[in-house]
């Protein structure tokens, strides 16, 4: 791509030698732990991963708090709708044990929480799962953290994502889409509007769409690929980054492969 933020340069400054795509570790290693925890999110930087996921949304209470759903019953076990309870309530549910037995005891974590695990020089990548509404908590934390410029964010929500470029104006933000159909509109009011680029399903990446994209200045990234053979033909593509659940594993095909 043309254009490259600030952020993103610095990100690419640590990039493996076979390529210059970036390997994010989907809601951390996900594989191997439980998704959005902070033990997955230190075991995919033990793995080496380049960035880590996560999923956010804003409790009841105005925390920021990291989970894919928008409710804890598949990984927490109780129905609780996060936008209707309080933190420590959600924090009280063990998220880790479902996955397995030794990471029993894993809570919910805030984002604050991840934000400690990241080493220098690696990036959180940070899915707004709700709405802008959690854009000024949001800001708050990610000031506290002292991280600012290693926060990528990403989001479904195309008011969601304008949003968050509007309040994190020097921080790579990116339009996430599983859709081929309106994708080139999208991508030219993307470019228009000031967004870094777009997150996009690994299967409607091609070479159009790349194109379009460089000529565009915008950055493509996609998710979710555990195929090492889709992987080298998105790196052959010139994608920027590739989230997987699989962030080591995928990294040693890929480098078998050249």
Request: with cysteine; glycine share 6%.
């Amino acid at each position: 791509m043309k254009k490259l933020t600030y952020s993103f340069l610095l990100w690419l400054a640590a990039c493996p030698a076979f390529s210059q795509t970036q390997i994010v570790a989907h809601r951390g290693a996900s594989y191997l732990a439980p998704e959005n925890t902070v033990a997955a999110a230190d075991l995919a930087w033990t793995l080496d991963a380049d960035a880590v996921e996560i999923d956010i949304h804003l409790s009841k209470d105005g925390e920021v708090v990291v989970c894919h759903d928008h409710t804890t019953k598949r990984t927490g076990g109780q129905d609780l709708v996060i936008a209707e309870t309080n933190a420590k309530d959600l924090r009280k549910l063990d998220v880790g044990e479902w996955k397995d037995p030794k990471y029993k005891g894993e809570k919910i974590p805030l984002i604050s929480e991840v934000f400690e695990t990241v080493p220098k020089g690696k990036k959180l990548v940070v899915e707004i799962k709700c709405g802008p509404e959690v854009l000024p908590a949001l800001k708050r934390a990610v000031a506290a953290s002292g991280k600012t410029d290693q926060a990528i964010f990403i989001a479904f929500g195309w008011e969601t994502i304008l949003a968050t470029k509007e309040a994190f104006p020097s921080n790579a933000c990116y339009w996430l889409s599983a859709k081929k159909e309106g994708l080139s509109e999208r991508l030219e009011e993307a470019a228009m509007l000031g967004l870094d680029g777009v997150n996009l399903h690994y299967r409607i990446v091609d070479q159009d769409v790349m194109a379009l994209a460089d000529q565009l200045d915008l950055d493509v990234l996609c998710w979710t690929v555990d195929d090492p053979e889709e992987a080298k033909r998105l790196v052959d593509l010139g994608i920027m980054a590739i989230t997987t659940n699989r962030p080591a594993w995928l990294l040693e095909q890929l480098e078998a492969k050249n």
